[in-house]
């Protein structure tokens, strides 16, 4: 199981500056998941793990996945790069707090119209 680091707690995001903590402190420095993960991958809470077990930004990804939602999803909320959110998801993975799966036969990764639509939807969420 991985270990991950608790971070104090106070504002991770200024409005005008933007994210407070840097990325690579958000992974560890660490820049590949342990986990194999794509954007279209899909995530999705065990309830094994209980959010006060967890750094704030484990915690936060977890909270996001009580349903299942993407990878791409997760890191738009984040705010975070998809490089930082596949290795925060794959600690989830890890120590059982999340589970990953391929997506479903629907999604064609090669789908242009739903790119275009998922591009849409984080534009308008960032």
């Known amino acids: 199981m991985t270990t991950m680091a608790v971070i104090p707690e106070g504002p ?3 409005d005008a500056a933007g994210r407070l903590v840097r ?20 995530v999705k809470s065990t309830g094994r793990v ?6 704030i930004d484990h915690a936060e990804a977890l909270g ?5 939602i993407s990878v791409a999803e997760v ?3 984040l ?9 925060l998801l794959s600690d989830l993975v890890d ?3 999340v ?7 629907a999604a064609d990764p090669n789908d242009v119209p739903l790119l275009e639509a998922v591009l849409n939807g984080l534009q308008r969420r960032l």
């Open 75 to 77: 890191s738009a909320h």
């Open 50 to 55: 209980k959010h006060t077990q967890l750094g």
């Open 12 to 14: 991770l995001l200024d």
């Open 23 to 42: 990325p690579y402190t958000v992974s560890g420095g660490r820049t590949r998941p342990t986990s194999k993960l794509d954007l279209l991958s899909m």
């Open 64 to 68: 996001l996945c009580s349903d299942p």
């Open 99 to 105: 589970t990953a799966g391929e997506p479903g036969p």
């Open 95 to 97: 120590c059982g707090a």
């Open 79 to 87: 705010r975070l790069p998809a490089t930082v959110t596949k290795v």
